[in-house]
C-alpha cells in the first residue's frame, strides 16, 4: 500500500501569510494526488487533483505542485476560512488503491 | 446543488449488521462512480469501498473485503453499504461520496456522514 506522510502536522501561521504543507508518497504516484480541506464538524471540500488542478469553486490563491513523490500545496496569503485541517489523497485506476495522509493541521498563531 | 444524505449509523454489537444508505440529488446519478469513506475517531480518513456508475463493478479495501457489499439503486438514485460481521475498528463516521468523473477516484462532492459505533 502507498502511505502518505504530510508535513508539518501543525503549521501555526498569521492570517495573510504564505502556507507550505508537503505530503510525501512511499512510490512514485505519478501526477495521481489531490488536496483537501477540512474544517470542524464538516466533510473534506476537494481543493485541488491530478497535483495542480483547482477544483470547481476553489479560490485562486489556493495552488499545488509536485509529481512522483513530492507535492504542496500552497496557500498563497492566508485567509481567516482558511484555517483547517488538510489532507492529501493519492489514487489508481483499476484495481483502484486509495489512500489519504494523516493530515496537516493550519492553526492561527 | 449537489446532495447526498446518508442513513443508517447505530450503535451495533461486534459481529453484528448494519445497511447504510445514501440518497443523491442534484446530479445524474448514473454517470458517476461512487464510494463509501471513512473517519475514525480522530482525523485519519480511510476509503472503504467504489462503485462504477452501473453497479457491474465494485472494489473494497482489504481489512473490509467479504464483510462489506456496496450496492447501488440508479432507479432511487441511492447508494448502499451492507455491512456484516462488525469489528470494534469498523467505529467511524461514514460518508457517501461521489466520483468527480466515472472513474477519477477522486471526491468531488460529500454527505455529511453517518456514525457507526461498534461496541458490547
Known amino acids: 500500500e502507498i502511505v502518505l506522510t504530510q508535513s508539518p502536522a501543525t503549521l501555526s501561521l498569521t492570517p495573510g501569510e504564505r502556507a507550505t504543507l508537503s505530503c510525501r508518497a512511499s512510490q512514485s504516484v505519478g501526477s495521481y494526488l489531490a488536496w483537501y480541506q477540512q474544517k470542524p464538524g464538516q466533510a473534506p471540500r476537494l481543493l485541488i487533483y491530478?497535483?495542480?488542478n483547482r477544483a470547481t469553486g476553489i479560490p485562486a490563491r489556493f495552488s499545488g505542485s509536485g509529481s512522483g513523490t513530492a507535492f504542496t500545496l500552497t496557500i498563497s496569503s492566508l485567509e481567516p476560512e482558511d484555517f483547517a485541517i488538510y489532507f492529501c489523497?493519492?489514487?489508481?485506476?483499476?484495481?483502484?488503491?486509495?489512500?489519504f495522509g494523516g493530515g496537516t493541521k493550519v492553526e492561527i498563531k | 446543488e449537489v446532495q447526498l444524505v446518508e442513513s443508517g449509523g447505530v450503535v451495533v454489537q461486534p459481529g453484528g449488521s448494519l445497511r447504510l444508505s445514501c440518497v443523491a440529488s442534484g446530479f445524474t446519478f448514473d454517470d458517476y462512480s461512487m464510494h463509501w469513506v471513512r473517519q475514525r475517531p480522530g482525523t485519519d480518513l480511510e476509503w472503504v469501498s467504489l462503485?462504477?456508475?452501473?453497479?457491474?463493478?465494485?472494489h473494497y479495501r482489504d481489512s473490509v473485503k467479504g464483510r462489506f457489499t456496496i450496492s447501488r439503486d440508479n432507479s432511487k438514485n441511492s447508494l448502499y453499504l451492507q455491512m456484516d460481521s462488525l469489528r470494534t475498528e469498523d467505529t467511524a463516521l461514514y460518508y457517501c461520496a461521489k466520483d468527480r468523473g466515472h472513474s477519477s477516484n477522486y471526491f468531488d462532492n460529500w454527505g455529511q456522514g453517518t456514525l457507526v459505533t461498534v461496541s458490547s
Open positions: 462503485i462504477i456508475w452501473d453497479g457491474s463493478r465494485t
Open positions: 489523497q493519492q489514487r489508481t485506476n483499476w484495481p483502484p488503491t486509495i489512500t
Open positions: 491530478d497535483a495542480s
